[in-house]
């Protein structure tokens, strides 16, 4: 069975036709950048009152909002895999993102484990192959004792 692919460019952006199926392959600077633009801002911090202090609740739900939100993005974690990982509704999550909702401190400490987690993996060397020959570097000119 023969298949057709088709290649188109425009942009930076390149269309491949494979098997009737349109793909699109685009520089990362750009992907991002899309990524991004689809993610919701930051909630706002609420404003201060007549004698300028904020509504502790309110601030409270923004702050934990943000903090999530950069956590998850620097690590290129969706809402999705977040929630996954700390064992929460993907709808929870995103309520909790928007500020709408407090959560408990059962559910941010799940939210924090979970970061950690996978911030911990992030930044872990992969583990060494099993079987692999160990190399021993020698310096030039020094000879073993007894040899």
Same mark, same amino acid.
């Given at each position: 069975?023969?298949?057709?692919?088709?290649?188109?460019?425009?942009?930076?952006?390149?269309?491949?036709?494979?098997?009737?199926?349109?793909?699109?392959?685009?520089?990362?600077?750009?992907?991002?950048?899309?990524?991004?633009?689809?993610?919701?801002?930051?909630?706002?911090?609420?404003?201060?009152? &007549?004698?300028?202090?904020? =509504? $502790?609740? /309110?601030?409270?739900?923004?702050?934990?909002?943000?903090?999530?939100? !950069?956590? %998850?993005?620097?690590?290129?974690?969706?809402?999705?895999?977040?929630?996954?990982?700390?064992?929460?509704?993907?709808?929870?999550?995103?309520?909790?993102?928007?500020?709408?909702?407090?959560?408990?401190?059962?559910?941010?400490?799940?939210?924090?484990?979970?970061?950690?987690?996978?911030?911990?993996? &992030?930044?872990?060397?992969? =583990? $060494?192959? /099993?079987?692999?020959?160990?190399?021993?570097?020698?310096?030039?000119? !020094?000879? %073993?004792?007894?040899?």
């Amino acid at each position: 069975m023969a298949t057709e692919c088709f290649a188109q460019t425009s942009g930076g952006v390149q269309e491949l036709t494979f098997a009737g199926e349109r793909f699109f392959v685009l520089p990362e600077r750009e992907y991002r950048r899309l990524q991004e633009a689809s993610e919701p801002p930051e909630p706002e911090l609420p404003p201060p009152n &007549a004698q300028g202090n904020y =509504p $502790a609740l /309110e601030t409270l739900k923004a702050m934990i909002a943000r903090d999530i939100i !950069r956590e %998850r993005r620097a690590l290129g974690l969706s809402q999705a895999e977040l929630a996954r990982r700390a064992g929460i509704r993907v709808e929870t999550l995103n309520r909790i993102e928007r500020g709408k909702f407090a959560p408990s401190v059962r559910t941010v400490d799940k939210i924090d484990r979970a970061l950690k987690a996978a911030e911990s993996q &992030a930044t872990k060397p992969p =583990p $060494a192959a /099993e079987g692999k020959a160990k190399v021993l570097l020698k310096r030039p000119g !020094r000879k %073993r004792k007894g040899k």
